[in-house]
């Protein structure tokens, strides 16, 4: 018998607009959509190894600083596929403390979510290089979830 939980299964979010989020988030992030075999209105998104949920609401409470974080297995080509989809973001910046790459973007109802890399670490497999050593040019930087909001909000220069 363990007394530790194995893993985080789901969180849920609320959305304005369910059918903005599924589009969003199934291009954005590749999830699938699962229709609920009760009555729910609640919106079930997977990628199989996690889960997303977002509950309906007529009027969005702002949720800022309260963000949830996305590990991603290829950081240049995930910020490539953002600028494909039209996905603003904020300059990476590199954490010196364990070498890992983060930035910010917010999904359609202004929910905060951290993109982040780790090169060394074993899963998923690291990139052939670690993108901590080179820059992106003319992003803004965001050293904080205040930061990035000003950033995402275009109050300051941001990347596409």
């Known amino acids: 018998m363990s007394n530790r939980p194995a893993y985080i299964h789901h969180v849920n979010f609320p959305t304005t607009d369910p059918e903005r989020t599924k589009e969003w988030y199934a291009k954005v992030f590749g999830m699938k959509y699962i229709k609920p075999k009760s009555n729910t209105k609640v919106v079930l998104m997977t990628r199989g190894n996690f889960d997303l949920h977002f509950t309906p609401v007529e009027e969005m409470d702002r949720m800022a600083p309260y963000h949830f974080a996305m590990e991603v297995e ?7 596929h953002l600028d494909e989809v039209g996905v603003r973001h904020t300059r990476p910046i590199m954490r010196p403390e ?19 890399y780790h090169h060394r670490r074993k899963f998923p497999p690291p990139m052939e290089y670690d ?17 990035a909001r000003e950033a995402l909000a275009g109050t300051t220069g941001v990347t596409r």
């Open 98 to 116: 364990n070498n890992s790459m983060f930035c910010y973007i917010h999904d359609p109802d202004h929910t905060m979510i951290e993109l982040v």
């Open 74 to 80: 290829d950081w240049d080509g995930f910020l490539a």
């Open 131 to 147: 993108p901590a050593e080179k820059s992106v040019p003319g992003a803004p930087a965001a050293g904080s979830a205040d930061e």
